[in-house]
């Protein structure tokens, strides 16, 4: 099944190969332990636990690749309620901003390149 709606097993393949594609090894984390990990040399053993944070469900899916989310809207069998439902992603609804100065700047992007900035609060 896609979004609720009866799909043969090769449909699902195909959709689940192109997301994966797509996603180019991003996936919905919801601590940066991997990033950690990486900066430990990959050993799990190395991780500065103080260092961990967590996002929620919905926000760890706010960075997912531009492409994936076309690509999945763009399926017939898309439904924008249930995968809003899933990621917390409306992608029917106005984008939220941030304004700065005179310029308004899409929320979403501006929190995707802050991401490893650190806070001048913390």
Do not use: C
Request: net charge neutral.
């Amino acid at each position: 099944m896609l979004f609720n709606k009866q799909s043969d097993e090769k449909r699902i393949d195909e959709v689940q190969t192109t997301i994966y594609k797509l996603w180019n090894g991003w996936l919905p984390y919801q601590t940066n332990a991997f990033d950690l990990k990486k900066e430990a040399g990959n050993d799990w053993t190395k991780i500065d636990i103080s260092k961990l944070t967590v996002k929620s469900w919905n926000d760890s899916w706010k960075n997912m690749p531009k492409e994936a989310l076309a690509y999945i809207q763009s399926l017939s069998e898309f439904d924008a309620v249930l995968f809003k439902e899933i990621t917390g992603l409306d992608v029917n609804g106005k984008k939220e901003t941030i304004k700065i100065g005179n310029h308004s700047y899409d929320k979403q992007e501006v929190e995707k390149r802050l991401e490893g900035l650190k806070a001048l609060d913390n």
